[in-house]
């Protein structure tokens, strides 16, 4: 639903500002914050200008404590507030992990719906930057598997500013995760290739104002019948550089909402194509892409005519010298399609 349909084009940095920017301006107990969020405006700058245009008592930095940061926001949600906080890097939430699984999950079903925790946690996720093995985990799966939590990473700069609005306003707590290697523009797993601007993409024509984009509700980000590929994030474009390679007709699934999942549109596709791809960014054990293979097996068993197939990244930290042997790139992701409409 959108209140306002000028588009112009913008970045996802400009696209999740904008989303604060909307947010604040219309729910005056929206609050943002977090580490250097303020005056300095993010890291990545995407609360930049923010605390200019609201004051220090709604877009205000934090000190160096996740838990602390949570914390605070688990106590504002209960009395009323909806804070928007951001965790630096998704590599530092796990000091905050105790709040979040034991307060922020636990406070409408403890208090039978008396509190609740309206709080959206924004962390930048993901490598393709040469972070290392503390700038580029991606940590969905240990949030996806917590009751009473939403999971949500987009993909593009349209669906993360409808999905950030839908967070701000939902009564639980969602973990928002941005992938950083989108931040500027698509990544199609080429490294060496020049870096293509958000400008030069339809998904990166924006709503000026209000709109949502639901957060259980998947999308087909490319039509196709030979297989289906269930992907998130960044994984989503490196899918379509696959098919496009390998001239394999995919339908690209973006789940967008990895928790509550839109299980009606994988099953709907894999009864289609009876094949099945996922693929992560993620370590390959425990990762979420298990819960999606099981689930796939579950309820489309019959329609299937090949095994499943899984691209992830590797059991081990994630190497800065071996980026691009860790990233799952469009060679790696490409050989599965190939398996699976050769089996």
């Given at each position: 639903?959108a209140?306002?349909?000028v588009?112009?084009?913008?970045?996802?940095?400009q696209?999740?500002?904008?989303a604060?920017?909307?947010?604040?301006?219309?729910d005056?107990?929206?609050?943002?914050?977090g580490?250097?969020?303020?005056?300095?405006?993010?890291?990545?700058?995407?609360?930049?200008?923010?605390?200019?245009?609201?004051g220090t008592?709604?877009?205000?930095?934090?000190?160096i404590s996740?838990g602390?940061?949570?914390?605070?926001?688990?106590?504002m949600?209960?009395?009323?507030?909806?804070p928007?906080?951001e965790?630096?890097?998704?590599?530092?939430?796990?000091?905050?992990?105790?709040?979040?699984?034991?307060?922020a999950?636990?406070?409408?079903?403890r208090?039978a719906?008396?509190?609740?925790?309206?709080?959206?946690?924004?962390?930048?996720c993901?490598?393709?930057?040469?972070?290392?093995?503390?700038?580029?985990?991606s940590?969905?799966?240990?949030f996806?598997h917590?009751c009473?939590?939403?999971?949500?990473m987009?993909s593009?700069?349209?669906?993360?500013k409808?999905?950030?609005?839908?967070?701000?306003?939902?009564?639980?707590?969602?973990?928002?995760l941005?992938?950083?290697?989108?931040?500027?523009?698509?990544?199609d797993?080429?490294?060496?290739?020049?870096?293509?601007?958000?400008?030069?993409?339809?998904?990166?024509?924006?709503?000026?104002?209000?709109?949502?984009?639901?957060?259980?509700k998947?999308a087909i980000?490319?039509?196709?019948?030979?297989?289906?590929?269930?992907?998130?994030?960044?994984?989503?474009?490196?899918?379509?550089?696959?098919?496009?390679?390998?001239?394999?007709?995919?339908e690209?699934i973006?789940?967008?909402?990895?928790?509550?999942l839109d299980?009606?549109?994988?099953v709907?596709?894999v009864?289609?194509?009876?094949r099945c791809?996922?693929?992560h960014?993620?370590?390959?054990?425990?990762?979420?892409?298990?819960?999606?293979v099981?689930?796939?097996?579950?309820?489309?068993?019959?329609?299937?005519?090949?095994?499943?197939?899984?691209?992830t990244?590797?059991?081990?930290?994630?190497?800065?010298?071996?980026?691009?042997?860790?990233?799952?790139?469009?060679?790696?992701?490409?050989?599965a399609?190939?398996?699976?409409?050769?089996?």
């Open positions: 639903m209140e306002n349909t588009k112009t084009p913008m970045t996802m940095i696209a999740l500002r904008s604060m920017d909307v947010m604040l301006e219309k005056e107990q929206v609050v943002v914050f580490q250097d969020v303020g005056y300095f405006g993010g890291v990545f700058r995407c609360t930049e200008g923010l605390q200019k245009k609201y008592s709604r877009v205000f930095d934090t000190p996740e602390g940061i949570v914390g605070v926001a688990i106590g949600g209960a009395y009323g507030l909806r928007c906080i965790i630096q890097f998704a590599d530092y939430i796990y000091p905050a992990y105790d709040q979040i699984v034991s307060e999950a636990r406070l409408r079903f208090s719906g008396d509190f609740t925790a309206p709080i959206t946690i924004r962390t930048p993901g490598g393709g930057i040469y972070g290392g093995q503390t700038h580029s985990q940590p969905e799966a240990v996806a917590v009473g939590l939403r999971t949500v987009p593009n700069p349209y669906d993360a409808g999905l950030l609005i839908s967070s701000i306003e939902n009564d639980d707590p969602v973990i928002f941005e992938p950083k290697r989108l931040y500027n523009g698509p990544f797993g080429h490294h060496d290739k020049p870096v293509v601007p958000w400008s030069q993409n339809p998904l990166g024509e924006v709503p000026e104002g209000y709109y949502t984009v639901p957060l259980d998947a980000f490319r039509p196709g019948k030979q297989l289906t590929v269930l992907a998130y994030g960044t994984m989503v474009w490196v899918s379509e550089a696959a098919a496009r390679e390998t001239g394999i007709d995919a690209i973006d789940l967008r909402s990895l928790w509550p299980l009606a549109t994988i709907e596709s009864k289609k194509t009876g791809v996922v693929v960014e993620a370590t390959r054990t425990c990762g979420f892409g298990a819960e999606l099981s689930l796939v097996q579950e309820h489309c068993f019959y329609h299937l005519e090949a095994p499943i197939e899984r691209v990244g590797w059991d081990t930290p994630y190497p800065h010298a071996q980026e691009w042997a860790y990233f799952p790139g469009p060679a790696r992701v490409g050989a399609f190939k398996r699976a409409v050769e089996a």
